[in-house]
């Protein structure tokens, strides 16, 4: 039993204050998408039925079936073609509101919208009491209302009161039979009730749903990251590094763009772990990164561990000169940074540019191993320097 019962309290702790920070702003453009979606599809009905009863009304009104007086009729008229009118008005809003942005502005038509509704049904559930001598109309309209929409708490106080109290005082004010209203109140007072706890039934799991749709997706999307990063130095990984050079390529072939590559290796660190332990070189790896990390200006340059003690750079859009002034900036860096070194008094890295102003799919390869090439080049040639090639 105890856990039904723990469930039972989970469900009823729900509120929009259990939604996460970093989800409110989703909740929100979820709740009002829903909100407008299903207003959209309530005013579609509106716009096909209410003509319907009108002509059914007018006809029956001719025949001599409605014992009414032309007046009273004229009036229900007028009430079902407002209602028609906003129901129009909402659906031509709504292809204009999906294109855009103000959310604000998004919500607080739905949230007018509803409440012309829900005042219009209450006058027209009045009228309709002159056809029928029970309250089905209304019973259908709020019970519709509490399972469709998502309201939340205080719009649904408001709205839902409206329609109670705007039902009762028409009912008077058109003074149709008090005994009838009497023995209605107990109805209208169990319906009150009982479709607000159905409504805030269906708000409670449409924020659980969302909740629990939202955590999913973070950690969907938390895992996707962790794939794509180094435990070790917290940069982007191997894979990554392969995602976005593919990228990169195909923006650089459609704008016509040149694009760099630099790799980098840290100079004599097979002698620094021998020397100093795989802590300490682990330990030196991650200040190199860090280094690297702060080194690097643009936002669109992506840097990567390569993999042991290597490091590459795509630099999209840049030539060779700017590719070298980059790896000459990060050497300068690291050196430095004064990190104790084996055969140096500092560590030191070596860099390998490449670059392509042309690059196609074909030559995309050429252009890392290029680079690759350019650093053994360099570390050949006495390490702590660049060595570059146009591709």
């Not at 006809?59 to 004229?74: C, D, S």
């Not at 659980?208 to 990063?229: K, S, V």
């Not at 799919?361 to 050949?380: F, H, R, W």
Request: charged letters at 20%; aromatic letters at 14%; proline letters at 2%.
């Amino acid at each position: 039993m105890k856990p039904k019962f723990d469930a039972l309290k989970l469900f009823f702790s729900i509120s929009h204050k259990s939604i996460p920070p970093q989800f409110y702003n989703e909740y929100n453009q979820d709740r009002i998408i829903v909100e407008a979606q299903r207003i959209f599809i309530i005013a579609c009905l509106c716009l096909v039925v209410l003509p319907l009863f009108m002509t059914m009304n007018i006809v029956n009104y001719n025949m001599g079936l409605i014992e009414k007086t032309r007046e009273f009729v004229i009036s229900l008229h007028i009430i079902r073609i407002s209602i028609w009118l906003i129901s129009l008005s909402f659906v031509i809003l709504f292809f204009y509101l999906k294109k855009t942005n103000s959310w604000m502005l998004r919500d607080w038509i739905n949230f007018a919208f509803l409440f012309a509704g829900f005042f219009s049904f209450g006058i027209l559930s009045a009228y309709n009491l002159f056809f029928t001598s029970t309250i089905t109309g209304y019973i259908v309209i709020i019970l519709i209302a509490s399972i469709f929409f998502v309201i939340t708490p205080l719009r649904r106080l408001i709205l839902f009161t409206t329609s109670l109290v705007t039902f009762l005082i028409t009912s008077m004010v058109i003074n149709f039979d008090q005994l009838k209203m009497i023995s209605n109140i107990s109805n209208f007072v169990t319906l009150y009730i009982f479709s607000y706890i159905l409504s805030i039934y269906v708000y409670k799991n449409f924020l659980r749903d969302f909740i629990n749709t939202q955590m999913i997706i973070a950690q969907r999307d938390e895992l996707h990251e962790l794939a794509l990063i180094d435990s070790l130095t917290n940069l982007h990984n191997r894979r990554y590094f392969n995602q976005m050079f593919e990228r990169e390529v195909a923006f650089s072939i459609r704008e016509k763009k040149p694009l760099s590559i630099i790799i980098l290796d840290v100079d004599n660190f097979k002698q620094y772990n021998d020397t100093y332990g795989h802590i300490k070189g682990d330990e030196c790896l991650v200040e190199i990164a860090n280094i690297l990390s702060t080194s690097i200006k643009r936002k669109t340059d992506i840097l990567a561990r390569f993999g042991g003690e290597e490091f590459v750079i795509i630099l999209p859009a840049t030539d060779l000169q700017g590719c070298e002034i980059v790896a000459r900036r990060l050497i300068e860096n690291v050196y430095k940074a004064r990190i104790p070194g084996v055969k140096e008094f500092y560590v030191t890295i070596s860099a390998g540019c490449a670059s392509s102003s042309s690059i196609t799919a074909e030559t995309a390869e050429k252009l890392l191993i290029s680079a690759d090439n350019m650093l053994y080049k360099a570390k050949d040639g006495g390490k702590n320097q660049i060595f570059s090639i146009q591709v």
